[in-house]
């Protein structure tokens, strides 16, 4: 929208000269002069005081006249320029050393202000020559030429005659049009443009008390440079820097004669002159851009007049055809691409458009990401996200025949909240080719699109988060028998979970043999499903859903509901892997969850800092220190042999705790580790749609239950080199050894007709022992229903 050359003067004396003529045919000639009198003088005046010279007004004797000045002193002296729209960048650290590199752009206009020493004398001298001749000697308006612009637009010769805006009255005008783009609806933008750009008297005499008036404030210098980097120069492409990067691949600093001669032959008028529409028929690349390649000519041809140039180097320009070097400056995320960080990226954007605190409106926020020149500072290691995207995508490809199949993993720090990595298998893209979405998968609806996936058994931390908190300790045996179990079994403060009639099947691996009974820590080493029903038997299921709360956990998709039947303890609910790392990287900091972040710095083009909502981090309101030990503790026998991610541990001294998860068929597959000082999560599994992965084929060298072992086994190495760990808290005593008092055995849980249940035996050592994780059969609907989990 910016009007930024003569070339608009033309458009402005075209109109006039229509409504001139309309003029002389009811007024006649006598009155048209009058008219241009006023007018002419009102224009010398504003020349006058721009050359500090006061005696022309002695001469002034009409009323008409003196109207007129009176409504030119009136008029606002005083122009406010904000810095123009800038590109805000987006930065990752290349290693643990506090090294950046920028990896994304985000802007409506594509601009990069510079500095008078890096836009070349040769611009600036085509500049001044075509559209601005006297302007080191005028006071910011061109008396002569504001009174030849006037003549020619009152006597109808506009075409042929020069215009009158000079370079501070073109800067003048950009700045106003930006300052309109700046506001939040388009109703009060068009109102603004239209003002600031009608063909009025009174408007262009406003422009030139506003010319001189930054003619006084600023040197030629500041505002040749200001003019150079506010002119539009076609579509999103503003000021030379950008203009010369755009068309030619090179620098403001570099531009020879002829690309200088061609970005000022652009900014005539760029939506005609632009050289990025090889197809356009008018100016295209078939017809050598003619209506450009006659303006680039014609602008040398100034330069040679006002020897800004030799004979030989006009020759030379001259004869050299127009040819672009298109190099569009990637907006968004999709730049982000060649450092395995688009989704990351995608992340961020996100963030700070749903920040309250960069304004109030996700418009307002979009537009100081788009236009505000940020540089935004984020934890992301470009190393360890090239080596967690190697990990992922060693095992799973981009697309696979039949399943919309998904791979992510994400990885936060404990503590800070801040999100060390994050990748996804497929290509970041809006395309429907298989293997390519814009969807995030690690993260939630509202920030990336995804609504979640059944997270399995790495739920069932909060079950036994609850089994502690009620007294129960991890050497407390538990029965194993049953596969089907009353919902009238399980107890709800909360919810009515249904009636004694339903009934939720569970089961534990076909061909896994287990004991009548075993201690919580063998279970949940083991991850065996129908320990985990009878331990929920006895507890409260709304505790556990809201110890998980207390976590941080919450569905993916806001307008899910949590179901807080039976089946959640089996981990039935929809949630992302973003979630369950910052609940995991809570149990490692001691129960105190910090919520995710992906940027920790935010600076303006100024250098100030600007506030942003970053991580909060708040003790659990449900799970006390000793409890989140306790499960830390527990967990970490997941990764010891006999323990089901046993072929994950890396085995190289950082202590680790883990759990993992599978539901029915390996439609979704889950590990989430964590050291003290890292938490990754990782999830391969359907993005949509019900297809089992359990077969080999679908993915490489594996199945969709051991995906997630080889890649913890390749990536779990490398952020333990990188980050290490402290060892692991102790737990609490009292609630590993044997209960006191033993709590009242579990009711019966077989339906009517069914042997009775195994008594409960002594307590066992908390010792991992043989077997695998299960997986359930389906349940019914509702509060309860939903697939179960194993693994």
């Avoid at 120069?233 to 002829?258: C, I, M, R, W």
């Avoid at 569009?328 to 992340?347: E, L, N």
């Avoid at 600076?603 to 309101?621: E, I, L, R």
């Avoid at 849980?749 to 249940?757: Q, T, Y």
Wanted: hydrophobic share 35%.
């Amino acid at each position: 929208m910016s009007s930024s050359c003569r070339g608009d003067e033309g458009a402005e004396r075209g109109t006039s000269r229509t409504r001139d003529m309309h003029r002389v045919e009811a007024m006649g000639i006598l009155g048209r002069f009058g008219a241009l009198i006023g007018f002419v003088i009102a224009a010398a005046v504003a020349g006058v005081l721009a050359a500090a010279t006061l005696a022309p007004f002695a001469v002034i004797g009409s009323d008409g006249v003196q109207g007129t000045l009176g409504t030119y002193f009136a008029m606002p002296d005083y122009l406010k320029i904000d810095t123009p729209q800038q590109i805000s960048t987006l930065y990752a650290q290349t290693d643990g050393q506090g090294h950046e590199q920028p990896i994304a752009t985000f802007y409506s206009q594509d601009r990069v202000d510079v500095d008078p020493d890096q836009i070349s004398q040769t611009i600036k001298d085509a500049a001044i020559d075509t559209e601005d001749p006297r302007f080191y000697d005028e006071g910011g308006v061109d008396i002569i030429g504001t009174i030849r612009a006037t003549l020619a637009t009152t006597f109808g010769h506009g075409a042929n005659i020069q215009g009158g805006s000079t370079i501070t009255q073109q800067y003048v005008k950009n700045v106003l049009v930006q300052e309109c783009e700046q506001l939040a609806t388009k109703k009060a933008i068009d109102s603004c443009y239209h003002k600031a750009i009608e063909i009025t008297p009174e408007r262009k005499l406003q422009e030139m008390r506003y010319a001189s008036a930054v003619d006084r404030q600023y040197s030629k210098a500041q505002v040749l440079t200001g003019y150079l980097n506010i002119v539009g120069l076609g579509g999103t492409v503003y000021g030379v820097q950008a203009g010369a990067k755009y068309y030619f691949n090179t620098d403001a600093a570099h531009l020879s004669v002829a690309q200088a001669a061609t970005l000022v032959a652009i900014l005539n008028n760029p939506s005609n002159l632009r050289i990025d529409q090889p197809g356009n028929a008018a100016n295209g690349a078939k017809n050598g851009y003619a209506l450009t390649l006659e303006r680039r000519n014609y602008v040398l041809g100034k330069m040679r007049t006002h020897d800004s140039i030799s004979q030989a180097q006009y020759d030379d320009a001259l004869k050299t055809p127009i040819t672009p070097a298109i190099t569009p400056q990637a907006s968004g995320c999709a730049a982000a691409t060649q450092f395995d960080a688009a989704y990351y990226c995608s992340y961020v954007r996100d963030e700070l458009l749903a920040d309250p605190a960069l304004g109030k409106t996700q418009a307002d926020r979009a537009a100081l990401l788009n236009t505000a020149g940020l540089q935004i500072h984020t934890p992301l290691r470009l190393d360890l996200q090239t080596s967690a995207q190697k990990a992922l995508s060693d095992y799973v490809p981009k697309s696979s025949p039949g399943v919309d199949l998904g791979g992510a993993d994400v990885t936060i720090q404990p503590g800070t909240g801040q999100i060390i990595t994050m990748v996804q298998n497929t290509d970041f893209s809006n395309s429907a080719q298989p293997g390519a979405t814009s969807v995030n998968y690690n993260a939630d609806e509202g920030y990336g699109g995804s609504t979640g996936f059944q997270t399995g058994s790495t739920f069932k931390a909060f079950t036994l988060a609850e089994w502690l908190k009620s007294g129960h300790t991890l050497s407390q045996s538990v029965s194993t028998t049953g596969r089907s179990f009353s919902f009238s079994a399980f107890h709800n403060s909360c919810w009515n979970i249904g009636s004694g009639r339903q009934v939720w099947s569970v089961q534990n691996n076909d061909n896994e043999q287990v004991p009548a009974a075993m201690t919580v820590q063998q279970a949940t080493a083991e991850s065996i499903n129908t320990a985990f029903a009878h331990m929920g038997m006895q507890l409260d299921l709304c505790a556990i859903a809201n110890d998980a709360f207390s976590m941080g956990i919450h569905m993916a998709d806001p307008d899910w509901e949590f179901k807080e039947g039976p089946s959640e303890i089996l981990g039935t609910n929809e949630l992302s892997p973003l979630d369950m790392a910052e609940a995991y990287a809570g149990f490692s900091n001691g129960g105190t969850v910090c919520t995710p972040v992906a940027v920790t710095k935010i600076v303006d083009d100024t250098g100030k800092n600007v506030p942003f909502t970053g991580s909060q981090c708040t003790p659990s309101t449900s799970i006390p220190s000793n409890v989140a030990n306790t499960v830390e503790y527990a967990l970490q026998s997941v990764l010891k042999p006999g323990g089901t991610a046993a072929s994950a541990a890396p085995n190289d001294g950082v202590p680790l705790f883990a759990k993992t998860g599978t539901t029915d068929g390996d439609e979704q597959n889950w590990l989430v580790t964590s050291s003290t000082n890292y938490t990754t999560a990782i999830w391969v599994g359907n993005a949509s749609g019900h297809v089992g992965l359990e077969h080999y084929g679908l993915l490489k060298g594996t199945t969709g239950y051991t995906v997630k072992f080889s890649i913890g086994h390749e990536l779990l190495p490398v952020l333990d080199a990188a980050f290490g760990g402290n060892p692991l808290p102790a737990p609490d005593p009292a609630l590993v050894g044997a209960p006191k008092p033993k709590p009242k055995p579990s009711p019966s849980a077989s339906p009517p007709g069914a042997p009775p249940a195994a008594p409960e035996p002594a307590p066992a050592p908390a010792q991992p022992g043989p077997g695998s994780d299960p997986g359930p059969a389906p349940g019914p609907g509702g509060p309860g229903g939903g697939h179960g989990d194993g693994h």
